[in-house]
């Protein structure tokens, strides 16, 4: 079983890519995990990828292809992976589609996990983090015993600034013009399901299991 989570940044695709890994036993895999891992390595082509990211650009298109494949072509890939923050963009579908083809493989689900930006923002700026031990909380959700005080270590917790509104309206600007696209083109493939990320974590996660089977 082939997946693609998608969804914008605070849609809790993360979260849920890894209880279907959890569920189905397959591998949860997203691209940050597999750059720290082949950097930490040394390999070939983490070492390429590690320039890039030192002069603090992206890494390509191509050369992110290529660290993904070689990733999903382990021995614990073999049933299938859920990949979670790749593709981003309509040319990177373009070559995992190219690169699986050769392998004689197609990916089986695209899960889009579809929130509306201003519960996006509402849901982002009411996160709190505990800078001190990295405990994080939510005001509505999840909040902390004593106002603004960790429950963990007793530290102040705080708005990280990846949170505030201003800046998560600029990452969901930048989801919708390069990534949204990606929802037409597994459309197209027929293989796009899409699920209410505005539930609760359970119920999404048994909209998913329902799509994907026992």
Known sequence: ??????????AGKGTQAKQIAAKYQIPHISTGDIFRANIKNGTELGKKAKTYMDQGALVPDELTCDLVMDRIQQDDCKN??????????IPQAEALDAALKKINETM??????????????NRM????????????????????????????????????????????????????????PLIDYYKAQGILKSVDGTKS???????????LGE
């Open 1 to 10: 079983m082939k997946i693609i989570m998608l969804g914008a940044p605070g």
């Open 80 to 89: 299938g992976f859920v990949l979670d923050g790749f593709p981003r963009t």
């Open 108 to 121: 089986d689900f695209a899960i889009d996990v579809d929130v509306p930006d201003e519960n996006i923002v």
């Open 125 to 180: 700026g009411g996160r709190r983090a505990c800078l001190n031990c990295g405990a994080t909380y939510h005001v509505v959700f999840n909040p902390t015993k004593v106002e603004g005080k960790c429950d963990a270590c007793g530290s102040d917790t705080v708005l990280r600034d990846d949170d505030k509104p201003e800046t998560v309206q600029k990452r969901l600007s930048v989801y919708h013009e390069q990534t949204q």
């Open 201 to 211: 974590m359970d119920d999404v996660f048994s909209d998913i299991v329902s799509i």
